[in-house]
């Protein structure tokens, strides 16, 4: 069995992406990132500060905007306006959720789509959906198939099966899964899939999406399947010193032993998804300066 080492690939990631900042430095281009905060969720202050953080690291760009709490939907617009307008921003996001009296797809549609790292805009949707590589994927399902490249797992031919049809994460990774790229044949379960655990028993490769502690347990996996596990989720526990660990959507200790492959969590997905979004800024930056 094969742990699949999130950390160790992601800073494969960000070695490529600081090499191609290098070059970029070369013909006086420097990447830029906006990131977009409102209110003081104190999560969404931590995703915030890590993604500017690991900008600084990189040498690139970054502006991290925090606004009040009580920003209107028009005052927050204007932001968005201005950074579409700044030509030393390529990469524009705005951190979810967002207080409940914002209009979050309003204000997707409000990025122009060249910018839209994040890859929520219809625009990038829809050319993920086409195969247009020009198009921005969301940065997690990106990381997936990056894990499973790197972990060397064949994919063409093989049955897939995604839990979760989030916009972020299941269904863009369907997609990618089921692209001429890597040619699986990918089935997509949700809250209102019937026998769960025997369709995924079908898999060759499981990908858990759904925000579940544990869900996925031994009776959904199939011996030598490849099991990557999206979950985040925190579960109290008294002996760890915040009182509270992170576990995924899968019963790790019972699954592994039956996986050819499988992601542990943390480090597995997680690390991923930071690495990605610092390479879709620079593939933002790229196509906006034609190089
Ligand atoms: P979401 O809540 O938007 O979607 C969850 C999906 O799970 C839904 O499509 C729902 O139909 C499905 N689901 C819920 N209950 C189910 C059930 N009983 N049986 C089958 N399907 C069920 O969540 P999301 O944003 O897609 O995130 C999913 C998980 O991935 C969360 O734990 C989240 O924290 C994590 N996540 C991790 C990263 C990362 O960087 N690793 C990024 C995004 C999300």
Same mark, same amino acid.
């Given at each position: 069995?094969?742990?699949?080492?999130?950390? #160790?690939?992601?800073?494969?990631?960000?070695?490529?992406?600081?090499?191609?900042?290098?070059?970029?430095?070369?013909?006086?281009?420097?990447?830029?990132?906006?990131?977009?905060?409102?209110?003081?969720?104190?999560?969404?202050?931590?995703?915030?500060?890590?993604?500017?953080?690991?900008?600084?690291?990189?040498?690139?760009?970054?502006?991290?905007?925090?606004?009040?709490?009580?920003?209107?939907?028009?005052?927050?617009?204007?932001?968005?306006?201005?950074?579409?307008?700044?030509?030393?921003?390529?990469?524009?996001?705005? #951190?979810?959720?967002?207080?409940?009296?914002?209009?979050?797809?309003?204000?997707?549609?409000?990025?122009?789509?060249?910018?839209?790292?994040?890859?929520?805009?219809?625009?990038?949707?829809?050319?993920?959906?086409?195969?247009?590589?020009?198009?921005?994927?969301?940065?997690?399902?990106?990381?997936?198939?990056?894990?499973?490249?790197?972990?060397?797992?064949?994919?063409?031919?093989?049955?897939? @099966?995604?839990?979760?049809?989030?916009?972020?994460?299941?269904?863009?990774?369907?997609?990618?899964?089921?692209?001429?790229?890597?040619?699986?044949?990918?089935?997509?379960?949700?809250?209102?899939?019937?026998?769960?655990?025997?369709?995924?028993?079908?898999?060759?490769?499981?990908?858990?999406?759904?925000?579940?502690?544990?869900?996925?347990?031994?009776?959904?996996?199939?011996?030598?399947?490849?099991?990557?596990?999206?979950?985040?989720?925190?579960?109290?526990?008294?002996?760890?010193?915040?009182?509270?660990?992170? @576990?995924?959507?899968?019963?790790?200790?019972? @699954?592994?032993?039956?996986?050819?492959?499988?992601?542990?969590?943390?480090?597995?997905?997680?690390?991923?998804?930071?690495?990605?979004?610092?390479?879709?800024?620079?593939?933002?930056?790229?196509? #906006?300066?034609?190089?």
């Amino acid at each position: 069995m094969q742990i699949i080492d999130g950390k #160790q690939v992601a800073a494969q990631v960000l070695e490529e992406v600081a090499q191609d900042i290098a070059e970029l430095k070369t013909k006086g281009i420097l990447p830029g990132l906006a990131v977009v905060l409102v209110g003081n969720d104190p999560a969404s202050q931590v995703y915030v500060g890590s993604k500017v953080k690991k900008c600084a690291e990189l040498g690139m760009n970054s502006k991290k905007i925090v606004l009040p709490e009580e920003t209107t939907q028009d005052e927050l617009l204007e932001v968005i306006r201005q950074l579409n307008e700044d030509s030393s921003i390529h990469g524009i996001l705005v #951190q979810s959720p967002p207080p409940p009296h914002i209009d979050e797809a309003e204000v997707v549609l409000a990025i122009n789509p060249a910018k839209d790292v994040d890859g929520f805009h219809p625009e990038n949707v829809a050319k993920l959906v086409l195969e247009d590589e020009t198009g921005f994927v969301p940065c997690t399902p990106l990381g997936c198939m990056r894990l499973l490249e790197s972990a060397g797992v064949q994919t063409a031919g093989k049955r897939a @099966v995604v839990i979760g049809r989030s916009m972020i994460v299941g269904k863009p990774m369907a997609h990618l899964l089921m692209s001429k790229k890597a040619n699986a044949t990918v089935t997509i379960a949700h809250s209102r899939t019937v026998n769960l655990p025997d369709l995924c028993k079908e898999a060759d490769i499981l990908v858990a999406a759904i925000g579940r502690p544990n869900f996925v347990t031994k009776d959904f996996v199939k011996e030598g399947a490849v099991v990557i596990d999206v979950g985040i989720n925190r579960v109290d526990d008294a002996t760890a010193p915040r009182g509270y660990k992170i @576990v995924g959507d899968v019963a790790y200790d019972e @699954v592994a032993p039956l996986c050819s492959a499988i992601t542990p969590v943390p480090g597995g997905v997680g690390p991923m998804t930071i690495a990605l979004l610092m390479a879709n800024t620079v593939k933002a930056c790229r196509q #906006q300066n034609h190089c």
